[in-house]
């Protein structure tokens, strides 16, 4: 038999185009895919419909999500950025209890307060070192801690050497002297030994004299490019553990309790470090005498298990 020779026309037809066809042949789908991607995001699909009619061509255009089999390195961290997260793992380690710069040998003259009867219980320990952190030393380390960082990261250090020297002369006795100096200096020789940084060096000649604890703190954060809010805060959550350790061997206090007084502190350390964060050297001050009087009878303690 003859073949039956089945004409048809064909146009070339764009995404968007509606234009009439004549055709006897049966229903033709055509599935077009444009794999053109805008920002790697988006895929066109274009699909195209004839029938044995003249009928018109209808484009229709279907935004579809496209994926990768690459992980988002920020999606592996959780969300944290590298910086951050080197961040964060200095501050746990350089201000952790096993960090060896000797704050277990100190009680900031809570031993003496203990033996007054001022702090008997775990009650009495909380208001005690809530005074101390919002109206005494803890503010104003606070204080000196900021400014440090804050003149560190300036260029030439300005200003560092009379915030060093002022922080070492507003220490209210000669124990608090001693516990601040020798845990300032052991701070920064064990951070330079582990983790250097070439601008420590420049900050701590620019100080030229004793380093208290708050100011090492500042110096090394902002030599490493650490943030001031971050550096208060864990520095004011160092400062209270070793207080409250301080108090749980002297009262004696039991873990859960020691936990409840660093847990019912949480508020006034956050209060504290965002009063500190803006401060000026003009609002110093501290208000705690009774703790000042605990640290200066402290070195006349006829037993003692702490230095200060």
Request: aromatic letters at 6%.
């Amino acid at each position: 038999m003859p073949s039956t020779h089945m004409p048809t026309s064909t146009r070339m037809v764009t995404p968007g185009t509606i234009m009439p066809i004549a055709t006897r042949t049966i229903m033709v789908t055509i599935m077009v895919m444009d794999m053109t991607t805008v920002t790697g995001m988006t895929t066109t699909t274009t699909i195209i419909m004839m029938s044995i009619a003249t009928m018109p061509i209808i484009t229709t255009t279907t935004p579809m999500l496209m994926t990768t089999n690459e992980p988002d390195p920020a999606a592996v961290r959780g969300g944290m950025a590298e910086d951050e997260a080197a961040a964060l793992y200095r501050l746990m380690t350089w201000l952790s209890p096993s960090f060896p710069v000797g704050a277990f040998a100190y009680s900031s003259g809570i031993e003496w307060a203990v033996e007054a009867g001022d702090i008997t219980d775990a009650t009495s320990l909380r208001g005690w070192l809530a005074a101390m952190l919002t109206d005494g030393s803890g503010f104003c380390d606070s204080v000196f801690l900021a400014q440090s960082h804050r003149a560190a990261s300036e260029p030439g250090h300005a200003g560092l050497k009379e915030i060093a020297e002022l922080a070492a002369a507003f220490v209210p006795s000669r124990e608090r002297q001693l516990e601040t100096t020798t845990q300032g200096r052991a701070f920064i020789e064990i951070a330079r030994a582990a983790w250097n940084s070439s601008g420590l060096d420049a900050m701590t000649a620019a100080c030229d004299g004793p380093i208290v604890y708050p100011v090492a703190v500042g110096i090394v954060s902002a030599a490493h490019g650490i943030r001031l809010a971050p550096s208060l805060h864990a520095f004011l959550h160092a400062v209270l553990s070793n207080w409250i350790s301080a108090g749980s061997r002297l009262i004696p206090l039991g873990q859960t309790d020691s936990q409840r007084v660093l847990a019912g502190l949480e508020p006034v350390v956050a209060a504290t470090a965002a009063r500190a964060n803006p401060a000026s050297l003009d609002d110093l001050g501290s208000a705690t005498f009774r703790a000042d009087l605990a640290s200066l009878r402290h070195e006349a303690q006829y037993t003692r298990l702490f230095r200060s």
